[in-house]
């Protein structure tokens, strides 16, 4: 079993920034692949970006430019650094890690455009 906690989200004005962090526990030795994805309200979840444990990484177009993933595999803790968030990118932010088959997903975190 894996536990995600992510933290960070907030209210934000147009172009501005942000810096998520979700941080694993448990059977973190089994995680091979970590990222987020996110959920506008009446939206599918899509990804956002996703990083390997070697540090490969894999970004939607509209992230890119913009917003970087990182990850420190000593901390078990993957980063999201959002840069000129755009209104449309208002949405719940959901970390989630792959162990082996199986896939874990945080509770989320909360991105809100204030203008």
């Known amino acids: 079993q894996v536990h995600l906690v992510e933290s960070g989200g907030g209210l934000v004005q147009p172009g501005g920034s942000l810096r998520l962090s979700c941080a694993a526990s448990g059977n973190t030795l089994s995680i091979n692949s970590m990222g987020w994805y996110r959920q506008a309200p009446g939206k599918e979840r899509e990804l956002v970006a996703s990083i390997t444990r070697v540090g490969n990484t894999n970004s939607a177009d509209s992230a890119k430019g913009r917003i970087t993933i990182s990850r420190d595999n000593a901390k078990n803790t993957v980063f999201l650094q959002m840069n000129g968030l755009r209104p449309e990118e208002t949405a719940g932010y959901y970390c989630?890690?792959?162990?082996?088959?199986?896939?874990?997903w945080g509770q989320g975190t909360q991105v809100t455009d204030s203008s």
């Open positions: 989630h890690c792959n162990s082996g088959l199986v896939r874990y």
